[in-house]
Each structure stands twice: as C-alpha cells, then as structure tokens.
C-alpha cells in the first residue's frame, strides 16, 4: 500500500507541476478550443492538457515497476508479468499522439475510430484481451462456467478499448468531468487489484495493475487543479482517449480475468457513468434521425446545465453518481472474490 501510494503522488505531482509548461506549449502552437454553439466555455481555452497527464502516468507507474522490479524472486518472472502494462503504455502513446494530432488539425469522426480500433488490435500483441466470462449456467452464481469467446476476442477486446476510450473523450464536455471520472475509476480498480492480490494471494499482475491505476489517478488529480471550473486548460481528445484506453486495458488484464460470474458487471459498472452517457446519446440521436457521430448537446450534463445547474453542480453531481456505481462495483467485486 505503501509503493501505491508514493505512486499516487508521483503522478499528481508530476502532472501539477508540468501542466503549465503544457499549457504554455499548448498556446504557443495555436492549439485552442475555441466557442461554439455546442461547448460551453466562453473563451478559447488551450487543450493538449492530456500530454501532461500522459507524462505524469508514465513517470509514476516507471517507478512503481521499478519498486516491483526491486522485490521480484527474479527477472524472469518481473518480466513476463510486466509485458502487458508496457504494451499498453506504449500503444497508449500512440492514443495520445493521435488524439494531439486531431486537436491540432482535426480529424474526421472515422479516422478517429480507425486509430482506437486499430490501437484495440495492437495492445492484444501484448496479452491485453478478454479471454471469457463466467455465465451462470441454469442461473446459479455458484456454479458459474468459464465461457471462452475463442475468435471472437480479438473483435471484442478492440471493440471494449474504442468503447471505453471514446465514451471518456465525449463525457470531457465540462471543466473537470473526464479528469475526475477518470480518477474516480482508477481509483476503483486500484483498490479491486489489492483485494485480489490480498484474498487470492496472487501478487501478480494485480500490483502492476494497482500501481498503474493509481498513476492514473494521481495524473487526473493533478490535472484537476488547472481543470476544474474554471479551467484554465483542456486535456483534449489526446488526453481523454490516452485515460480511457488505459482504463480500458487495467479493466481487461484485471476485473474481465476474474472467473465469476460478476465479472463482466463490474467493469461495467467501474465506467458506468460514461457508458450511460454514450447509450442516452446514441439513443436519442437515432429517434431524431441525427448521425450518430454528430457532436451536440444530447449528452447528461448539457441535459442537467439546461435545466438550471452551474456547471460545479452538474460536475460534483455526476461525480456522485460515479463514486456510487464504483461502490457497488467494489461490492460486487469483493462478493465475487469471496
């Protein structure tokens, strides 16, 4: 708990201290969110906050897996179990530098798709997929069978990662939304790992996995000082994807391999405020007959801002209901480990 917590801090400091810079670059090359009909600043805003975020989770979670490296039996061992989290890391930078690129030139909604699904097919290189669930055969949770999906969990791991890494990037519509869901999530898998790793006695990957989320969570933090209302910077769709496929990827090398039948609730639930956001957008746009990829203003918080709350209210609103999904996330967790 120790190592999780200087982790934490690496990455919140980290963060704090060079988002200013980042956003200093930020402004230097034109890289601004400007006003429109849709968003709801009022003034251009620079974005690329993401790369100090990105900076802030690379350098803590480096450190955490030195401290493992440090107390591994032997070298073998730390590096067979560490390949996954550096896959993802490294495909992540590829997110990061992406989603920067858009928010420089702007990409179309389909060549964006095509990098997440594309970078949801290069992480499973490394190891990260969702092998299976555990279905409750004739509905009895005790009795629940291991199900593989076989060939379809290449599509499927690559369809989770664009899922999850595209919901954050649309959640990020007010000052400080993604930042704290994101935290709040890491959070919630990091605590997820350590119960595992305590009740299942399997130190790995459940501390790389802990000391990962915790990165993240510290990053998020400390982008939060410069993020929240008002903010003085964005972190753009580099950043937002870059926290959601790691995310997405912590979920799959942790709560998807667990043989129970909650497992495939609990990631779920860890980012249930995003997925409910994406399905209430989707869902709508379909009865108006508008594309689906069509930024607007059907998402929750423009739906909570219109009916008269400011835009702390709505973010300290929505930040509630995802700490309570992540309690009954970390119930059901819990439950299913016994």
């Given at each position: 708990m120790k190592t999780i917590t200087v982790v934490f801090l690496i990455a919140l400091a980290t963060t704090y201290l060079l988002t200013p810079w980042?956003?200093?670059?930020?402004?230097?090359?034109?890289?601004?969110?400007?006003?429109?009909?849709?968003?709801v600043h009022t003034e251009p805003i620079p974005r690329w906050g993401g790369l100090a975020i990105y900076l802030g989770v690379v350098v803590a979670t480096l450190a955490g897996m030195f401290r493992l490296y440090l107390l591994a039996p032997n070298d073998g061992v730390f590096w067979e179990r560490v390949v996954p989290f550096v896959g993802l890391l490294l495909v992540g930078t590829l997110v990061l530098a992406a989603?920067?690129?858009?928010?420089?030139?702007?990409?179309?909604?389909?060549?964006?798709?095509?990098?997440?699904?594309?970078?949801?097919?290069?992480?499973?290189?490394?190891?990260?997929?969702i092998e299976g669930f555990a279905a409750p055969i004739g509905g009895n949770f005790r009795d629940a069978r291991w199900v593989s999906l076989g060939a379809w969990t290449i599509p499927l791991t690559a369809l989770w990662?664009?899922?999850?890494?595209?919901?954050?990037?649309?959640?990020?519509?007010?000052?400080?939304?993604?930042?704290?869901?994101?935290?709040?999530?890491a959070l919630t898998l990091a605590l997820m790992a350590l119960q595992a790793a305590n009740i299942l006695d399997q130190p790995y990957p459940n501390w790389l996995i802990a000391i990962t989320a915790a990165a993240v969570a510290g990053a998020a933090g400390g982008f939060l000082r410069y993020n929240f209302n008002p903010a003085r910077i964005f972190m753009g769709t580099g950043g937002a994807q870059f926290l959601g496929f790691v995310l997405a990827g912590l979920s799959v090398i942790g709560?998807?391999?667990?043989?129970?039948?909650?497992?495939i609730f609990v990631p779920l639930l860890v980012f249930g405020l995003p997925l409910l956001d994406a399905v209430n957008v989707v869902v709508r746009r379909l009865l108006s007959g508008a594309p689906i990829h069509k930024p607007d203003k059907r998402h929750i918080h423009h739906q909570l801002l219109a009916r008269g709350l400011t835009q702390r209210q709505t973010v300290?609103?929505?930040?509630?209901?995802?700490?309570?999904?992540?309690?009954?996330?970390l119930w059901l967790f819990k439950r299913a480990m016994g």
């Open positions: 980042v956003r200093a670059l930020a402004i230097r090359f034109g890289v601004l969110d400007i006003p429109d009909a849709r968003r989603g920067m690129l858009d928010d420089l030139k702007g990409f179309s909604a389909v060549l964006q798709a095509g990098v997440l699904l594309l970078a949801g097919l290069l992480v499973q290189l490394f190891g990260v997929q990662m664009f899922v999850i890494s595209k919901t954050m990037d649309t959640i990020d519509g007010l000052d400080g939304l993604a930042a704290g869901v994101s935290a709040i999530a709560a998807f391999k667990t043989a129970t039948a909650f497992a300290l609103l929505l930040y509630g209901i995802a700490l309570a999904m992540a309690v009954v996330a």
